[in-house]
């Protein structure tokens, strides 16, 4: 109305400068002095008047363009304020609940909440003029901030809103992201502690295997070396022969333990021939020593990365030394990959229920290396079930032999 009421008072001065001109031309051109005269006063001053006119209105219009750009400037200082204010928490909730309390103080909304994606939030909106932008950051949408006033929403409004969800939206996708990679420090810090925790265990294991087994062995093997010579030297043959024969058995005996526990360190056919192989030699070696019927389906194996394998052939061979104690006919060895990634492992027998505590601990040692789960049950026709599923990220693990 007001812009109205300009343009009608610009067009009256100018007709009335111009019918004034007209005027005064007129009587110059009909000799009528004193008309000429009263039209060019006439029109000189609704020209000064106009001029007049135009110098206020373009005060006024400057004036007004001047307090746009301050309001324009106070809004954007108070965005700013609010950015830094959203920004100070690295919590994904905190960070929507300060937008909230920003977006109310920012646009004067009494109702501001966060709508989940697809969503229209809990109850009926409340009344008012509505204004709804999206939370989304690179194509994923978090949700909607949904603003609610009396008066209603101009375009910079919008403008305005969608500024500060997008900050809040990349803000969001900042802290779940740390958090993410804070989650994933703790989980490589576990994996290390039991890491050097298993390894430790596994050089004591070894320490004490060492010492009790093989070393004893040949410090009795030395002992029967003496007597031998010295049933020589005193010219008792036979008895040299007969200690000579049970050192030499005992040699073949200790030979075959330190053969069997290097293999078992580092099993050749694994590294030579691969996972399938070597898990149907161990096989193989059970069958032809315990007269033990064992079924392998392994195949799945030669996927993983080669630590994976070493660590994963451990716990097949630990768990098939268990289950031979327990004097199945059968024992069952099976490795399959699951439909999120991972793998999963079972060795069934169906031997007499006994599983030692000490045993189950052997191979949860080994798991948790790979950080993984155990499970160690009844089978369904008796015997046992042990069960190892391997996470999808280490299954996935390329890694070499060190």
């Known amino acids: 109305m007001g812009g109205r009421l300009v343009e009608n008072a610009r067009g009256i001065l100018v007709g009335c400068t111009v019918g004034s001109a007209v005027v005064g031309a007129l009587g110059l051109a009909l000799g009528e002095h004193a008309v000429a005269a009263g039209g060019l006063v006439a029109s000189t001053a609704f020209f000064g008047a106009f001029a007049l006119y135009l110098i206020v209105t373009e005060r006024r219009?400057?004036?007004?363009?001047?307090?746009?750009?301050?309001?324009?400037?106070?809004?954007?200082?108070?965005?700013?304020?609010?950015?830094?204010e959203v920004s100070s928490t690295l919590d994904a909730a905190a960070i929507l609940d300060r937008t909230c309390a920003q977006a109310r103080r920012l646009f004067d909304a009494p109702s501001v909440r966060i709508l989940p994606p697809g969503g229209d939030g809990a109850g009926a909106p409340p009344p008012g003029e509505r204004l709804v932008v999206p939370l989304a950051v690179r194509g994923?949408?978090?949700?909607?901030?949904?603003?609610?006033?009396?008066?209603?929403?101009?375009?910079?409004?919008?403008?305005?809103?969608?500024?500060?969800?997008?900050?809040?939206?990349?803000?969001?996708?900042?802290?779940?992201?740390?958090?993410?990679?804070?989650?994933?420090?703790?989980?490589?810090?576990?994996?290390?502690?039991?890491?050097?925790?298993?390894?430790?265990?596994?050089?004591?294991?070894?320490?004490?295997?060492?010492?009790?087994?093989?070393?004893?062995?040949?410090s009795g093997i030395a002992l029967m070396h003496d007597a031998a010579l010295a049933a020589l030297q005193d010219g008792r043959l036979d008895d040299a022969e007969k200690v000579?024969?049970?050192?030499?058995e005992k040699?073949?005996?200790?030979?075959?333990?330190?053969?069997?526990?290097?293999?078992?360190?580092?099993?050749?056919?694994?590294?030579?021939?691969?996972?399938?192989?070597?898990?149907?030699?161990?096989?193989?070696?059970?069958?032809?020593?315990?007269?033990?019927?064992?079924?392998?389906?392994?195949?799945?194996?030669?996927?993983?990365?080669?630590?994976?394998?070493?660590?994963?052939?451990?716990?097949?061979?630990?768990?098939?030394?268990?289950?031979?104690?327990?004097?199945?006919?059968?024992?069952?060895?099976?490795?399959?990959?699951?439909?999120?990634?991972g793998v999963e492992t079972e060795i069934a027998d169906d031997g007499v229920e006994e599983r030692r505590r000490a045993s189950?601990?052997?191979?949860?040692?080994?798991?948790?290396?790979?950080?993984?789960?155990?499970?160690?049950?009844?089978?369904?026709g008796g015997g046992t079930l042990v069960r190892v599923v391997v996470p999808p990220y280490v299954a996935a693990a390329r890694g070499t032999i060190t």
């Open 61 to 84: 219009r400057h004036e007004f363009a001047e307090d746009e750009l301050q309001a324009q400037a106070t809004f954007l200082e108070s965005l700013v304020d609010s950015i830094g």
């Open 140 to 218: 994923e949408r978090l949700g909607d901030l949904e603003l609610t006033r009396p008066e209603p929403f101009h375009r910079w409004d919008h403008v305005r809103a969608t500024v500060l969800a997008d900050f809040a939206a990349r803000a969001v996708e900042n802290a779940r992201l740390l958090e993410e990679a804070r989650d994933r420090e703790a989980e490589r810090e576990r994996l290390t502690e039991r890491l050097i925790t298993a390894e430790q265990e596994e050089r004591r294991r070894l320490s004490l295997f060492l010492h009790d087994g093989p070393l004893q062995s040949m």
């Open 244 to 248: 000579i024969e049970s050192s030499l």
């Open 251 to 341: 040699e073949r005996d200790t030979i075959r333990v330190l053969r069997d526990l290097s293999f078992a360190i580092e099993p050749l056919v694994l590294r030579d021939q691969g996972f399938h192989a070597a898990v149907r030699a161990l096989g193989d070696q059970i069958e032809e020593t315990h007269r033990i019927t064992v079924l392998t389906d392994v195949e799945a194996g030669e996927r993983l990365g080669e630590k994976s394998q070493v660590a994963l052939y451990q716990i097949i061979r630990e768990s098939l030394n268990q289950a031979v104690r327990r004097r199945p006919g059968k024992i069952e060895v099976g490795v399959r990959r699951r439909d999120d990634g």
């Open 360 to 380: 189950i601990e052997a191979i949860d040692e080994r798991v948790k290396i790979l950080n993984g789960r155990l499970s160690v049950d009844a089978g369904e």
